[in-house]
């Protein structure tokens, strides 16, 4: 057996890879080879560590010390310093040391200070594409128990008692869904998961699959086991290709290993899983949608009841669940219950991804809390506004999220609280805004996206999201009243209370909360004026118009 | 049947029993294509091979945004939209390469290289603002950077 | 098993598992619905129909939610009443606004919705959709412009019809029903059959309206018009003038068309019974003499055409008859001109017609037997009632009146042609009668009538067992022709209706034609046809005489030359 004196985990998610992490890793290789280490130093691809901004980054470990914003001049230094040396390169580090030179544990850093990584537990720590390294660190453990231990029921119960909720953004009890699923009446029985992550500011669901697509295999042959389910699918969205390929890989992994297909670790259950790739809409992530989609037809949400836990695809009882709902299932199996509700609040237990995007120092991916407040997020982890600007509000939960104001940033994040305040925790999507932008500027670039992945089904939102688009748009350049204002809120109405589907019943959310918290800001633009002077004023400007 | 036209007929047929099998059939011939796109007698093939009514899979094929059923150029640039990318600068992304390449999104340039398209979130929003062409996504854009990234692809 | 759900105050027991729609319909509460249609799957895409149900935070779609027990329900509340409101004034800003030249004004459902709702406007800008109108065939017009994506006819032609032409295309806004690649119809397998436009609320799909030859060939003095009209006109066409589904009206339907104007008002019927002995006789001829069996009935022009584009390697099974419209109009060209000292190029024969794809069918190249065309112009039964609205005939007052002889005299087998199993009756009437030797006592054949998709029955002539076999509407017409296609029909002779329910059923009747009213029209028929003396085709002595005087007898030379046809393969897709 070989025992390498020291390991360089590069992350290799996809922000990395488009930041160029494979130069680094070419050039890494070249170096210790170079300089006679190749034997010695371990080099691993990993998944995600979170730092997007900071990428392409690597951890050298046994120190645990992070190096960031690299470009490939800077790998010599890192090889010959560090490697050869052991001193440490500060002015690429990103952590802290102290006056006797000590490290600071990456965990005690700003960004990963307050984090709780379970369901990123691997994220930076194997190489997703090797199943002795998800072993390694217990992977499988929680299905060999559940499989040993556990009757289908009392799997359910557990997750129930856990009170994980959905993490695609609708938030319903996974323990129910998969009750319902596994007393429906018929045969076969299908576990999807959604992995068509649409919601704009969302990429948690591409990196956990990326870093960890055997955590996802082990939560889907649990939740196979607990509704009764023998086939599994994987939706992936068509543009993930190396989440796609990556999962591939782990399932013929597990195949070959006797952990998916017949008689899985040598126990009468039996379960295998087949990844599908979508082809570009939003709508599909909506779980009928999805099916529908698998089913080879236009992406058009059904009507419910009846729900897919009793009619789902192929007409069958059928369970959809997002990626970090699944990737939460082996934890909760391992440690139970009770230690899943220490964390969080008890409404929302648990931890959440969140994907930190727009004007954050930090942009990228993190695991806190559930109740964490968004203060603590913005400031603390990502780093605050940068170039000097202020904070001006914070969209939470994607483009179908509403939008936050400064006074709102002690609200803690979880499903009830931002509800509460007109907006939703949704996928875990959070866009930082600076004070550079407008409000009903970028209302209009919200509901654009609405007006464009609409499936043109139902009537509210194929004709109403383009009717609420140009009502915005009018705003913007100055030719809309407050007359205006009546017809979109009784737009608004329609669109939330008949609309057949979430994204039609979701779309006025950013409107709403814009006129609830920006209201100042909008009405000076019926006076002809933008603030933030990022909208371009028609000719007809002032009350008179319209 | 020509053999070419066999050939295609045996290319998409193990889909039939996959899941999502009629989307892979699609993608499939639309990656053989030079242009790009999904022409009359692919969604035939479609039809016939998976049994449905051809105005069926012209109803699919219309749905998805990454089906074209009009020509296209060699290379597909698609720009992301959504807010994560527009509040970081994408529409200056944009509007440079509206300028560059002398076409708006939907047109493909004179020499049948680029078709411009516009797209929803692409999920690296890391790395906004962020553009694909085919299946290579470019980030952290800046409109110098542009002209470097398109010589690439020839 | 039933449930107590309350309804605007007031509380019904309503089967377990209803839609709030159906508990509401039973409740005699009427809720507005678009893409509801009560033959088809329900979409629940307009969302017309929303109602408040207590305790659900949003309003819920009558024609799909099911009602649990004790739902309290609410169908006019003013959320719900501006729900409805909103939704209409968004269908109207991208619907185009030219209702006095469309068709189907004032018997337009989204009109009826506007009306019923008080919406007279629509605050949101006009947002048309840029589509080509679709004049390629003879039969059928599609704007699909006015298309409020109810999908009615999407299920019309792929499940009622197992075709499927038309399906949902595009996204958001642009979201229409089309063709694919919007191919013309004439580019496509289109039998023209109607059934999407009778599924149509609006003017998206209308017919090709060719009253204004009919009225150009009534004003020129050269012309000598005849008219002759399909059995299923006359328990239909009373209900364009506010009469009940299926009334018979037979005598002023006669009398309308001679206040039109028309030189003769004959009968399809007639021809229908002339049909029965030529392909009574074909049967017979290829039962004894090793013809291609089985046979199957060709008078339905949707079902031929169905026939050339599926089954092309199936067409000797087809019998050559032409329809009884298309002997009508060569006799009416060659004997009815001769006997009557006419030239026949002055003779103008024009068909009212319950069905679009008779368009289709006169205009066939190969249908001019005559010399000329056999039959001259097809009107629907619609715009033969348009047409007697503009000559202003007050269609309450006018009196009974009989058709013309010689080509008006029939028997009751030859009005049962309009409808499922109609042919398949006649021709049994007949055939018992020319096997057996024998009179046939009763003459009603009850396993071939009625709205069941496929029926059969086998019947003993002599020492014959003929089976047969009839189905109605395309997708139940598959069902027989795959066993035709592999051999393993059991059949000796089938019938088959393009149209559910036959012809009363067909793309020109009054609209709507519902399965309800389709089985209205049924009965009438059937009533017609008891009220006859003679119901039995060889029995009609205007057919005697033409066999006598002309004809010779059944598949003689000059039948074949006038009265038989043939059939063009065509493509599938």
Sequence with gaps: MKYYRAHVLICSGSNCMIKGCRNIRHTLEQELVHHGLQWEVKVVDTGCLGLCEQGPSLIVYPEGVMYGRLATGDIREIVTEHLLKGRLVHRLMQQPTSPTGEVAPLSLTPFFQKQKRIVLKNCGLIDPERLEDYVQTGGYTALATVLDTMTPERVITELKESGLRGRGGAGFSTGKKWELTRAARGEPKYLICNADEGEPGTFKDRLILEGDPHLIIEGMAIGGYATGATQGLVYIRGEYELSIRRMERAIRQARENGLLGKNILGSTYSFDIEVCAGAGAYVCGEETALIES???????????????????????????????????????????????????????????????????????????????????????????????????????????????????????????????????????????????????????????????????????????????????????????????????????????????????????????????????????????????????????VGKSAN | MSEHAAHRREKIRPFVSQAGGLLKALHALQDASPEHFLAPCDLKLVA??????????????????????????????????????????????????????????????????????????????????????????????????????????? | ??????????????????????????????????????????????????????????????????????????????????????????????????????????????????????????????????????????????????????????????????????????????????????????????????????????????????????????????????VQVAPAIRVALGEEFGGESGSIVTGKLVAALRLLGFDRVFDTDFTADLTILEEGHELLERVTHGGTLPMITSCSPGWVKFAEHNYPNQLAHLSSCKSPQQMFGTLAKTYYAEKSGLLPSSVFVVSIMPCTAK???????????????????????????????QAGIDWASITADEFDAPLGISTGAGVIFGATGGVMEAALRTVYEVVSGQELGVVDFMEVRGMTGV???????????????????????????????????????????????????????????????????????????????????????????????????????????????EYVPREAR
């Design chain 3, 359 to 389: 368009k289709y069918e006169a205009a066939r190249p190969e249908m001019a037997s005559s010399g000329y065309r056999d039959v001259d112009v097809v009107l629907t039964t619609r715009e033969l009632a348009r047409m007697l609205k």
């Design chain 1, 294 to 540: 698998i089913e080879g037809n236009r992406g058009e949400p059904r009507f419910k009841p009846p729900y897919p836990a009793e009619k789902g695809l192929w007409g069958k009882p059928t369970s959809v669940n997002n990626v970090e709902t699944l990737a939460n299932v082996p934890a909760i199996m391992e440690k139970g219950a009770p230690w899943y509700r220490s964390l969080g609040t008890p409404n929302s237990p648990g931890t959440k991804v969140f994907t930190l995007t727009g004007n954050v120092v930090n942009s990228g991916l993190i695991e806190v809390p559930m109740g964490i407040t968004l203060r603590e997020v913005i400031y603390e982890i990502g780093g605050g506004i940068p170039n000097g600007r202020q904070f001006k509000m914070a969209q939470t939960g994607g483009t179908s999220g509403g939008c936050l104001a400064a006074v709102h940033l002690d609200i803690p994040m979880d499903y009830d609280s931002l509800q509460s305040h007109g907006s939703s925790l949704g996928s875990g999507a959070l866009l930082v805004m600076d004070d550079s932008h407008c409000i009903v500027d970028l209302t209009r670039c919200f509901l654009k996206f609405f007006v464009h992945e609409s499936c043109g089904q139902c009537t509210p939102c194929r004709e109403g999201t383009p009717a609420l688009y140009e009502l915005v748009d009018k705003i913007s350049r100055g030719e809309a009243s407050e007359v205006a204002l009546a017809l979109i809120n009784r737009l608004s109405r329609t669109l939330q209370n008949s609309s057949l589907c979430a994204l039609g019943q979701t779309a006025p959310v950013p409107v709403l909360s814009a006129l609830r918290h920006f209201w100042p800001e909008i009405e000076a633009h019926f006076g002809g004026r933008c603030p933030a002077n990022k909208c371009v004023m028609g000719k007809a």
């Design chain 3, 455 to 565: 029926k059969e029955a086998a019947v003993q002539m002599g020492d014959l067992v003929v089976r047969v076999g009839v189905a109605h509407g395309l997708a139940n017409a598959r069902q027989l022709m795959e066993q035709v296609a592999s051999g393993s029909s059991p059949y000796h002779f089938i019938e088959i209706m393009c149209c559910p329910g036959g012809c009363i059923g067909g793309g020109g009747q009054p609209i709507p034609t519902t399965h309800a009213v389709r089985e209205k029209r049924i009965r009438s028929i059937y009533n017609a046809d008891q009220a006859m003396v003679l119901r039995k085709s060889h029995q009609n002595p205007a057919v005697a005489e033409l066999y006598e005087e002309f004809l010779k007898r059944p598949l003689g030379h000059k039948s074949h030359s006038l009265l038989h046809t």
């Design chain 2, 48 to 154: 016939d091979v998976f049994d449905v009514p051809v105005a069926k899979v012209w109803g699919t094929a219309t749905f998805y945004s990454l089906y074209s059923t009009t020509p296209r150029g060699r290379y597909i640039i698609r720009v992301c939209e959504s807010a994560p990318c527009y509040v970081v600068g994408a529409m200056d992304i944009l509007k440079t390469l509206e300028e560059k390449l002398h076409i708006k999104p939907g047109q493909t340039t004179d020499d049948g290289r680029f078709t411009l398209e516009v797209a929803s979130c692409l999920g690296v929003c890391g790395v906004a603002p962020a553009l694909m062409v085919d299946m290579h996504v470019h980030g952290n854009l800046t409109p110098d950077k542009l002209v470097s990234i398109l010589d690439n692809y020839v």
């Design chain 3, 1 to 226: 098993m039933l449930t107590n759900v309350t309804i605007n105050g007031k509380t019904i027991a309503v089967p377990a598992g209803s839609t709030i729609l159906a508990a509401c319909q039973q409740a005699d509460i009427k809720v507005p619905t678009l893409c509801h249609h009560p033959d088809q799957q329900v979409k629940a895409a307009c969302r017309v129909c929303m109602v408040e149900v207590e305790g659900h935070r949003i309003l819920q779609p009558a024609c799909s939610y099911p009602v649990h027990p004790g739902m309290v329900i609410h169908t006019a509340t003013p959320a719900v009443r501006e729900a409805r409101r909103t939704i209409l004034e968004l269908m109207l800003a991208s619907h185009p606004a030219d209702c006095l030249q469309c068709p189907r004004n004032l018997k337009c459902e989204l009109q009826q919705l506007a009306s019923e709702m008080n919406v007279r406007e629509t605050p949101f800008p006009k947002a048309l959709r840029e589509l080509r109108e679709d004049q390629s065939t003879v039969s059928i017009k599609r704007t699909p412009a006015k298309c409020v994506n109810c999908r009615r006819c999407v299920h019309a032609c792929l499940t009622t019809q197992g075709i499927g032409l038309l399906y949902t295309a595009a996204r958001g806004r642009s979201t229409v029903v089309q063709t694919a690649a919007d191919a013309p119809l004439s580019e496509t397998p289109c039998v023209l059959c109607g059934q999407c436009l009778q599924a149509c609320p609006v003017g998206a799909i209308t017919e090709v309206d060719d009253t204004d030859k009919v009225w150009d060939a009534l004003a020129d003095l050269t012309k000598h018009v005849v």
